[in-house]
């Protein structure tokens, strides 16, 4: 077989027993060929000449020559190196990775079959896009490939990419280092603007996916691939537009130039721009212009790392005049503005003419360009690594002890005639520690340890941009300490000189849930003050928590505290007021006795049953002081004594009353001719009368209290913030009993007394007993709706207030005429007096 033609490449070689194969970006414009249809069309050619790109592949031939120095590092064998330029273009990658994997002779025999490939294994592409297109034409041969800067997540596909490695970490993780950050300041609305390529789409894929676990994507956009002017304007508008103010970047530095000169022309000022390893390093945006409006920015970037020995060996490059080391030349007429004898045979007149002509003793060692600038090798640094995982997975391959190798038969490989495949089992192993200290290895699925340094971009003594190292994120820290930042180094491109805030709502603060918007992020929200008895007790709460049963909630809605225990106490102004007024009626009733016992002869107390009165007025006086029984704590003695004892006392009250009655409708009955009832109830019939209907209410007041006691309760459910602290009647039925009987009681003794109102007498008992019985009834009828409706303890007070209107009642209305009687009017406290007729 005979190539045909051959590719017209730039790129590097050195001879040696096996050749490792490199591609670089040197070139990043492609200038495409005019296309006649008349002749055969001209090879693309290669423009703008990268000093940093031409450093990268620089680093791979130092790494090389220091590896074939070291007598024990693969002893016996040269490395030989192939190194292109991709010129940032795919089909020029496509062209050189053939070129590699084909070789450059012109013919090919069966004896081109044996022996070691052209190539045994690939440093690069740096590019995403460029690895993944590469690694399947590779793949295909298991030829190992190790790229030093394509961070694509999807080159992490074992499935896909089988032979694909790499000493720089996955964009998993720098999405990771970016989320820490963002974590650290707290930033929860984010704007994202990537690059149309694999390794912005990729990013964010993932970076959504990251930052969906805490915040939000206010908007994402993606660069035009032709730097269409009107899409770059679209993104500049969306960035005005957007409340967010962190914004990160994931994108090549081409994509990106048309939007940073946008941003200068439009003048955005107030964001936080966040760059991804791919630009935050870049020299390129290291300008005056743009410090104002990306100064400040926080970028993650490739570890960096120190290669002694290699300025010297960069210093030391000398013009070659060979085709297959091109772009030494390229690179000596770039750097020094001048052309070559050799180049200006093709070129016009006028051109030679206006050129300068190159000598090849040009001074290097006094220009300082990116090419010679060794204080910042993280790119470098890859290449070396890569280099060397390659060189030690060759050694390591050497070293196989016949009878235990990895391959068939327990057989290890033969140096001289060593396959991809073999090297490839090697590679995917490898662990070795460089001189810097760093440890190189891959994971299952071909990945570097990932370890990141955050850059900030700060004003240099230049004015323009420098890039100032203030942290570190390593995946194999402890949980939680991946992330460590020196704060005090930070600069902050904004007038508080602070961290910014980028929030769609602030913060929840506890007492508060979070509301989300109808049709917005989740980021967006409103907050919510906690029902009454809910609270929340930490920022953003999504829920308000209920508390325990006898908690309520305070003011401020973040903390359950006790309920307040109401009850009617002595000690406030409503307790205070009753128990006075309670006391004082027990007096008023003691002082009506004792004006009763002092005047007992008299006829106005001794008409109609002296004891009777007496009685009377002692039950009056246990009526006023029952009502003490319902102010204050309840107790399980309070509880089972206050209805009981007012109970008793009402029913003695009432049945003296009932019995007076009857005893004035049977003394008028007396007097009519062959009548002699009254001799059937004397005294010791009333007497027996009074007891009789006192003990039915103690026997109810017995069963009631044997079968369900009254006993204290905390009521829940009547008031949310408050615990009703009450007693709880137990049984209804005997509270209603016990009631019933007292109501029974008082409808007939107003009943008898309403028959007997109009019996004539000049001081007729009868209708002061009714008016009594009437004001009696009055209150307790009234009594019923005001209880059932009251809350708390002015239920209980409504019920004192029953209890003494009704004993003020029966006191003044049956007592207060007879004292007047008594202790104003005495002349009228004679037998003839109440004997006669009006």
């Known amino acids: 077989c005979r190539l045909r033609e051959e590719f017209d490449l730039y790129g590097l070689y050195k001879e040696g027993d096996i050749i490792l194969g490199g591609m670089f970006e040197i070139n990043f414009k492609t200038v495409y060929p005019e296309l006649s249809f008349t002749a055969k069309p001209e090879q693309l050619r290669c423009e703008r000449f990268d000093f940093t790109g031409f450093q990268l592949a620089q680093s791979m031939a130092f790494a090389i020559e220091e590896i074939n120095r070291d007598p024990a590092f693969l002893p016996n064998i040269t490395l030989g190196y192939r190194l292109y330029d991709n010129c940032e273009n795919l089909a020029v990658v496509l062209r050189a990775t053939t070129a590699l994997i084909s070789g450059e002779d012109d013919s090919v025999t069966d004896y081109s079959c044996t022996g070691t490939p052209p190539v045994l294994a690939i440093v690069g592409d740096p590019g995403s896009t460029n690895s993944i297109a590469v690694s399947r034409i590779v793949g295909l041969f298991r030829v190992p490939m190790v790229s030093y800067y394509a961070t694509c997540s999807c080159l992490s596909n074992r499935k896909e990419f089988p032979s694909f490695f790499r000493t720089i970490p ?3 993780f720098q999405v990771k280092a970016m989320v820490q950050i963002f974590r650290h300041y707290g930033w929860t609305w984010i704007g994202v603007v990537v690059s149309n390529d694999d390794y912005g789409l990729y990013a964010l894929k993932i970076f959504t996916e990251e930052v969906n676990k805490f915040g939000c994507i206010a908007f994402s956009e993606i660069l035009p691939r032709n730097n ?160 060397y995982a390659l060189a030690h997975s060759l050694h390591n391959l050497m070293s196989c002890e016949p009878g235990k190798g990895p391959f ?86 904004f007038e508080s000189d602070s961290p910014p805030r980028s929030v769609c709502s602030e913060s929840c603060q506890p007492g508060t849930r979070k509301a989300t918007r109808k049709g917005e992020p989740l980021c967006c929200f409103d907050c919510v003050p906690c029902a009454e008895g809910e609270i929340s007790n930490h920022t953003d709460s999504i829920i308000c928590f209920k508390c325990p049963q006898e908690y309520w909630s305070n003011p401020s809605r973040d903390q359950c505290v ?29 002082s009506v006795l004792a004006v009763f016992i002092y ?18 007025l002692l039950s009056l006086i246990l009526c006023f002081l029952c009502s003490l029984l319902f102010i204050g704590q309840p107790l399980h003695l309070t509880c089972m004594l206050r209805h009981v004892v007012f109970g008793i006392s009402f029913v003695l009250c009432i049945s003296c009353i009932l019995v007076k009655t009857i005893v004035v409708i049977m003394a008028f009955r007396a007097t009519l001719p062959d009548n002699n009832v009254m001799k059937w109830f004397g005294a010791a019939q009333q007497r027996g009368t009074v007891f009789v209907f006192t003990v039915i209410q103690a026997l109810i007041c017995i069963i009631w209290l044997s079968t369900a006691s009254p006993v204290p309760f905390k009521n829940t459910q009547y008031q949310n913030s408050k615990i009703i602290f009450e007693c709880n009647v137990g049984s209804i039925t005997g509270f209603s009993f016990l009631l019933g009987y007292i109501g029974l009681l008082a409808s007939v003794c107003f009943l008898l007394a309403f028959l007997a109102r109009n019996l004539p007498d000049n001081f007729n008992e009868a209708k002061f007993i009714t008016f009594s019985m009437l004001i009696f009834c009055a209150v307790w009828i009234a009594f019923i709706p005001a209880y059932v409706s009251s809350p708390g303890k002015y239920s209980d007070a409504v019920e004192i207030f029953a209890i003494l209107a009704s004993s003020f ?14 202790l104003l009017h005495p002349e009228k406290n004679t037998k003839k007096a109440l004997m006669g007729r009006a």
């Not at 304007?233 to 994931?250: D, H, P, W």
């Not at 570097?448 to 240099?460: E, G, S, T």
């Not at 006790?562 to 003691?590: D, H, P, R, W």
């Not at 029966?810 to 005429?817: M, N, T």
């Open 562 to 590: 006790l309920k307040e225990i109401e009850f009617l106490s002595y000690g406030e102004t409503l307790g205070i007021s009753l128990t006075t007024v309670s006391v004082f009626g027990a007096f008023i009733s003691a």
């Open 228 to 387: 269409n002017t009107s899409e770059i304007l679209k993104i500049i508008r969306t960035i005005k537009e957007s409340s967010a103010k962190v914004i990160a970047v994931f994108s090549t530095g081409a994509y990106l130039i048309p939007l940073t000169e946008e941003i200068v022309q439009q003048k955005i000022r107030g964001r936080q721009w966040i760059a991804s390893e791919a630009w935050a390093s870049s020299p390129v945006f290291h300008t005056k212009e743009l410090l104002p409006y990306l100064g400040g920015t926080i970028g993650i970037a490739v570890r960096r790392g120190e290669i002694p020995g290699l300025e010297q060996f960069l210093l030391q490059i000398r013009p070659v005049f060979d085709t297959e080391n091109n772009l030494v030349n390229m690179f000596w007429e770039t750097m020094f503005d001048c052309k070559f004898q050799e180049n200006t045979n093709n070129q016009n007149l006028s051109d030679v003419l206006n050129s300068k002509i190159c000598t090849g003793s040009e001074d290097i060692e006094k220009s300082k360009t990116a090419y010679s600038d060794v204080s910042e090798l993280r790119a470098s640094y890859n290449v070396y690594k890569a280099v």
């Open 170 to 172: 996955s964009d998993t």
């Open 599 to 616: 005047y007992r002869n008299t006829p106005v107390v001794r008409a109609n049953n002296s004891e009777l009165s007496f009685l009377l």
């Open 408 to 493: 068939q038969n327990n057989s290890c490989a033969d140096i001289t005639t060593v396959q991809p495949w073999q090297l490839l089992h090697y590679v995917a192993r490898v662990n070795f520690t460089t001189h810097y200290g760093d440890r190189v290895s891959f994971d299952e699925n071909g990945d570097a340890l990932a370890i990141y340094d955050v850059m900030n971009w700060q004003r240099a003594d230049d004015g323009a941009v420098k890039t100032v190292t203030i942290g570190l994120f390593d995946e194999s820290a402890p949980a939680g300490q991946e992330l460590t930042l020196n704060e005090d180094k930070i600069f902050w491109n």
């Open 809 to 822: 009642g029966l006191l003044f209305a049956i007592f207060a005429p007879k004292c007047y009687i008594i």
